[in-house]
């Protein structure tokens, strides 16, 4: 039996994925995407073909596409990024919002027409609400018009929309579950999902960025590989254990190694399997098409492909529009939304699953995504004739007020009062929000490990004073973190000089809220093992305490614990750009991935000369695997090589443009420099020395950036410089090596 069951499993795997790869060619051939041509084979596989073979177990492949799912949700994670975010800003959320709500009223309107349950309505709303970042990204780069302007515009949005599907699958599994919808439980979805994603992200990002660079000269590829799929799969279980889907978990920590310097080591080592598991997936999409059913439906099939052409334009338009995109901008990308894909099938398999969707809609939902992304590229091309008949035809009032709004929205500016308001409250929000909810989640493991081990050890009631100290002390340093003013003191003084000083009451009211919290969340504490009134005793005390005597003490850990977890999550963006590197004399250390624009390609670093030009000094030079540490003048320059260079901010952002013009990599992860600095001791054999005669370069394989001697810094010292005691290095170069040096 056992026997049979793997062989079944063996013959099922093995046939969808031939047939898979000769669909795969055919559709190259006739450049589609590779996603028809899976569903394709998928339907071939199924039962509802009978010309060939059909897998033995539909089971089997069920469960290869649930770990499809995973993976493709892992590698969106790792798309994803907070940095992302928060450069498309708000603009792109918006339009989100408007063409999912504007999308699944729609859905939940033609469902209704339809005669569907609610439950199938709202699901079918959900469906038709999610473009598909695969297709439009294939279709763009087929048309050749990825560097158009509003190609931007369109990836923000689908950055933006690749969130709220994971949170919209999360709510929809919610109602499914319940069989209803309730208000009250979807906001306890909502604030359920709130609180696990800002602990998993909270930890995840202080943790595993602070592991993986800790142990980075240990992991190879086949060991990140281990790693990122073990991390994969089990943070989708712990997602489980907490009630979420897998994908959930997936994505979570994909979003979490999104920030790393090993991402994109990451999605190159995983871009195999996620291929293969994606295949997978799309092939059972594939399965569940029933032409009997299919034909028996094909009015309503085509309506709705009617209905997701004709919304996304009209939804995807209006959003543009509100934000301040010409209509021009708005339209064009408009119609690059016209289609849907992965996440639909995500969320009819989600809800097919569940037992909660009828039988004939998932097919349905399969032949509207294939209509609909064969003909993408056909609407993309129309933008641009519907534009010029749109604006042929608008009335001429109409189009000077849409111009005006779109001209006032590029060039309105808030105040410099204003930004910085919002930069302090959104600050102070984020900080509340997320010590608040660390200080709630360490009660559980306080609740249940700590006080019953002291409970044993002291019983009475000096056990339960002592449990309730413990918990205090477990979680002060996060207490402190709430309590302890956010605004720093240049920022209150610009405030008041620029708002008089009716700005007290604000940053006033922000004070007492972070009293009360945490005076709240103590007593909370003290109440579980105390009496009510000494708990609000002790509360008020431990509160008064904390600020009095523990500040001086709490605020350097805690701000050494902000700086290393910003420091993690923004490490991928720091470590290319070089913020966050700050060395003497604002010098930073960069690396830049060499695009083929690049005007340097072919050429020798001296004959860049990108220290005159740039003034810039080029410290490494990566290529195939292969790392050049302080090159030569002779190492030429060629497309896909890694350069690390030091300067100020300013040369590199001056810099960055040129060396990677129109190419959207990243640069490689594996960047083994570092920045040193140490003070020359009376014994050092470097004293009385000069540059010249240390060769540091040859010797050492490090460059010397600046050196501090006495008030004065030398930037970029000459040769003939001499090494005094007392002297402060800055040097570049391999840890190894500056190891050996010092």
Not at 31 to 43: E, H, N, S
Not at 168 to 178: D, K, P, R
Not at 242 to 247: I, V
Not at 277 to 300: C, E, K, Q, T, Y
Request: hydrophobic share 50%; charged share 15%.
């Amino acid at each position: 039996m056992h026997s049979d069951l793997i062989q079944s499993l063996i013959g099922d795997f093995a046939l969808i994925l031939m047939l898979a790869a000769i669909a795969a060619i055919v559709f190259k051939l006739l450049k589609q995407p590779l996603v028809l041509g899976y569903i394709v084979a998928g339907f071939i596989a199924s039962p509802h073909f009978k010309f060939l073979p059909t897998v033995a177990n539909p089971a089997n492949i069920s469960f290869w596409a649930q770990l499809g799912i995973v993976v493709l949700l892992f590698s969106l994670g790792l798309e994803f990024s907070f940095q992302k975010l928060v450069k498309v800003g708000g603009t792109a959320l918006l339009t989100c919002l408007i063409i999912v709500v504007g999308m699944m009223g729609v859905g939940f309107v033609v469902g209704g027409m339809l005669g569907y349950s609610t439950i199938d309505a709202i699901f079918l709303g959900g469906m038709i609400s999610m473009s598909s970042t695969t297709i439009i990204i294939k279709a763009l780069s087929d048309l050749n018009l990825k560097h158009r302007s509003f190609v931007p515009r369109v990836m923000a949005v689908l950055i933006v929309e690749d969130l709220v599907a994971v949170v919209l699958l999360v709510i929809l599994s919610s109602i499914a579950i319940n069989k209803r919808v309730e208000g009250d439980q979807m906001l306890e979805a909502v604030l359920k999902l709130s609180f696990y994603l800002i602990i998993w992200f909270t930890v995840g990002i202080f943790v595993i960025p602070s592991l993986l660079k800790k142990f980075r000269r240990f992991i190879g590829d086949e060991l990140l590989l281990i790693i990122a799929m073990g991390l994969c799969f089990g943070m989708a279980t712990l997602a489980v254990w907490s009630g979420f889907s897998l994908a959930l978990g997936a994505f979570v920590i994909g979003s979490i190694l999104a920030g790393t310097t090993e991402a994109e080591r990451i999605e190159r080592i995983i871009t195999p399997v996620k291929d293969l598991f994606g295949a997978v997936f799309f092939i059972s999409v594939g399965m569940m098409v029933d032409p009997v059913l299919m034909w028996h439906n094909a009015g309503i099939i085509l309506l709705l492909a009617v209905v997701v052409v004709v919304g996304m334009i009209t939804f995807g338009t209006f959003g543009m529009v509100v934000t301040g995109q010409p209509l021009k901008t708005a339209m064009e990308s408009g119609f690059c939304l016209t289609q849907i894909g992965e996440f639909s099938f995500i969320i009819a398999t989600t809800g097919t699953q569940l037992g909660v969707l009828g039988k004939n809609i998932y097919p349905i939902i399969v032949a509207v995504s294939v209509i609909t992304t064969f003909f993408t590229p056909f609407f993309i091309k129309q933008a641009l004739p519907c534009y010029n008949w749109v604006a042929r035809h608008l009335p001429e009032k109409w189009g000077v007020l849409l111009e005006g709004y779109s001209k006032n929205a590029a060039h309105s500016e808030m105040s410099q009062s204003r930004q910085l308001w919002h930069k302090v409250v959104r600050r102070y929000l984020i900080t509340l929000v997320v010590y608040t909810v660390v200080v709630i989640a360490l009660w559980f493991p306080i609740r249940h490990i700590v006080m019953p081990l002291i409970y044993e050890t002291i019983p009475g009631h000096w056990g339960r004073l002592l449990a309730a100290l413990c918990g205090f002390g477990l979680v002060s340093p996060f207490l402190y973190g709430i309590i302890v003013p956010r605004t720093k003191a240049q920022e209150r003084a610009q405030l008041v000089s620029e708002s008089g000083k009716i700005s007290y009451v604000p940053l006033g009211v922000m004070s007492v809220v972070s009293f009360l919290v945490t005076l709240w969340i103590t007593f909370f504490y003290f109440k579980a093992t105390l009496s009510t009134l000494n708990s609000v005793v002790g509360a008020t005390a431990l509160c008064l305490l904390l600020i009095l005597v523990f500040s001086p003490l709490l605020r350097k850990r805690i701000n050494r614990v902000e700086q290393r977890f910003l420091d993690n999550m923004n490490e991928r963006e720091n470590r290319r750009t070089g913020k966050n590197n700050v060395l003497v004399s604002d010098f930073h250390l960069a690396y830049m991935r060499v695009s083929y624009s690049c005007p340097f390609v072919g050429q020798t670093l001296a004959e860049a000369r990108l220290r005159e030009h740039y003034d810039v000094n080029v410290v490494n030079v990566q290529r195939n695997g292969m790392s050049y540490p302080v090159p030569g003048g002779d190492m030429r320059i060629f497309p896909g090589d890694t350069l690390g260079v030091i300067g100020t901010d300013e040369k590199i952002q001056h810099m960055l443009p040129v060396v990677e013009a129109h190419d959207s990599n990243d640069a490689p992860a594996q960047h083994k420099e570092e920045f040193v600095h140490f003070a020359i001791g009376p014994g050092s054999p470097l004293v009385g020395r000069t540059l010249a005669q240390a060769q540091l370069r040859e010797r050492y394989k490090s460059l010397l950036v600046a050196i501090e001697r006495d008030d004065d810094v030398y930037i970029s010292p000459t040769p003939d410089v001499v090494f005094n005691a007392g002297d402060t290095l800055w040097i570049v170069g391999d840890p190894v090596e500056l190891k050996a040096l010092h």
